[in-house]
């Protein structure tokens, strides 16, 4: 079983900045890609940013300019920085990771609960 955990969320004015952590725990060989998804209220989930074990990143065309995904490998962990935030931004945002575990073959994927970012006007 693996536990993805996000912190970091709350409420910002617009043009602000907050920084998103999602740290991955429990039984772990190996994280390929990490994500960051958002769902608005009343909207479809959508991917924001994904960044690959080589430090490959793509980003939504909504955030490009304004968010940063980065990781530590070490840490097993997943980071967003978002700054010149927008009400549009106010969302839950979830990490989702792929996951390598000890003594098992095949990949599998991971939700975090979520946290909510809350973006003023």
């Known amino acids: 079983q693996v536990q993805l955990v996000e912190s970091g969320g709350g409420l910002v004015q617009a043009g602000g900045s907050l920084r998103l952590s999602c740290a991955a725990s429990?039984?772990?060989?190996?994280?390929?890609?990490m994500r960051w998804y958002r769902q608005a209220l009343g909207k479809q989930r959508e991917l924001v940013a994904t960044i690959t074990s080589g430090g490959t990143t793509n980003y939504a065309d909504s955030v490009k300019g304004r968010f940063t995904i980065s990781r530590d490998k070490d840490k097993n962990t997943v980071y967003l920085q978002m700054s010149s935030l927008k009400p549009e931004d106010t969302a839950v945002y979830y990490c989702?990771?792929?996951?390598?575990?000890?003594?098992?073959?095949?990949?599998?994927?991971?939700w975090g609960q979520g946290t909510q970012v809350t973006v003023s006007s």
């Open positions: 989702n990771a792929d996951v390598e575990k000890p003594n098992l073959s095949g990949v599998w994927n991971y």
């Open positions: 429990g039984s772990i060989f190996s994280i390929y890609t």
